[in-house]
Nanobody, 131 residues
Framework: QVQQVESGEELVQAGDSLRLSCLAS????????VGWFRQAPGKEREFVAA?????????????YIADSVKGRFTISSGNGRNTVYLQMNSLKPEDTAVYYC???????????????????WGQGTQVTVSS
């Protein structure tokens, strides 16, 4: 199961910062990933960021950030590896979208960029950035 902490619409202005939180509990092996995707009206669901744990390096995580948000967004996990944060800085109107958190679970095969590698999805959080 994946639960996004922020349940309502997040209204911010351009240049503001916002942190989204994800509670993931569907991990079934030492290899897994938690990703953030976003979808704007009329657009395909887009990869934003992910954090992964590999089988050979299960104690260490690796972060992936989309080029479109690199330098502004970061992803991190809590001490228990069940809470994942998406820190969004210098928000732009173009960032307006529904943001989804997902966990790979049984579907994870190493590709954090593909929606098909995630088994569990959160309910989504609307982020609206005004100019």
């Amino acid at each position: 199961q994946v639960q996004q902490v922020e349940s309502g619409e997040e209204l911010v202005q351009a240049g503001d910062s916002l942190r989204l939180s994800c509670l993931a509990s569907g991990r079934t092996s030492t290899s897994d990933a938690v990703g953030w995707f976003r979808q704007a009206p009329g657009k395909e669901r887009e990869f934003v960021a992910a954090i992964s744990w590999s089988g050979s390096s299960a104690l260490y995580s690796r972060a992936y950030i989309a080029d479109s948000v690199k330098g502004r967004f970061t992803i991190s996990s809590g001490n228990g590896r069940n809470t994942v944060y998406l820190q969004m800085n210098s928000l732009k109107p173009e960032d307006t979208a529904v943001y989804y958190c997902a966990e790979g679970g049984r579907y994870y095969s190493g590709n954090v960029y593909s929606t098909s590698n995630y088994e569990y999805w959160g309910q989504g959080t609307q982020v609206t950035v005004s100019s």
